[in-house]
């Protein structure tokens, strides 16, 4: 994939999405998602194992973390997840804010790419799923723009160099050119803006 990235503090948009899974009451964790095949819970270990794989990615700590594909197992969480979580995407903004981080070969869910791709994926996930997190438990949302813009920017790359002009997550749903760049960016991965529970 033909990409260019800055260098980002992963930080705000970490921060941001610690903020809604802390929000999240426990009589919503059964409750759907915009990922079919998780409810909250799974969409928060998602979340806790994600922060983790690509926090040993950026230090270059390729193991089981870094090895296991994300469809493996249907993720779930532990009775501290919230503590769990909320350090793993603290440990997450500080690994990249490593300049090495960002340059090199590293690993994540089995796939080994460069590291300025590594960090790419990280963001995309970061804003995507903050965003199904807070579509799901009712929440307002505003991503680190400087996360947003490059979310976009990777999930665009990859619609464009796809024939069918499928993303990354599957078919592309169709958003106005003149949408907030946040619609823009969960149509591109394959999410229609509108979700609601």
Known sequence: MTYT????????????????????????????????????????GHLTGLAVAFRDAARK??????DTPPATALPDI?????????????DLAEAWRDPTAWSGMT????????????????????????WDLARATG???RPDPA??????????AAAAENDRGDGIFGPVVEVPGD????????????RAPGWTR
């Not at 809604?20 to 928060?44: F, I, N, W």
């Not at 994540?108 to 300025?116: M, R």
């Not at 760049?181 to 969960?186: C, I, K, M, P, S």
């Open 147 to 156: 996360a947003l813009s490059a979310a976009h920017d990777f999930l665009a």
């Open 61 to 66: 700590d390729l193991g089981p973390t870094t």
């Open 5 to 44: 990235t800055i260098t980002l503090d992963l930080g705000p948009q970490t921060r941001i999405v610690a903020l809604l899974a802390q929000a999240v009451r426990d009589e919503r964790l059964a409750d759907g998602t915009p990922c079919p095949d998780y409810a909250v819970r799974h969409l928060l």
């Open 139 to 141: 929440q307002e949302y």
């Open 179 to 190: 949408a907030p760049l946040l619609d823009r960016t969960v149509g591109l991965s394959g």
């Open 78 to 90: 532990g009775p501290g997840w919230r503590e769990e979580l909320a350090e793993a995407l603290d």
């Open 107 to 130: 690993r994540a869910g089995g796939v080994d790419l460069p590291g300025a791709i590594a960090a790419a994926v990280a963001v995309d996930e970061l804003v995507i799923h903050g």
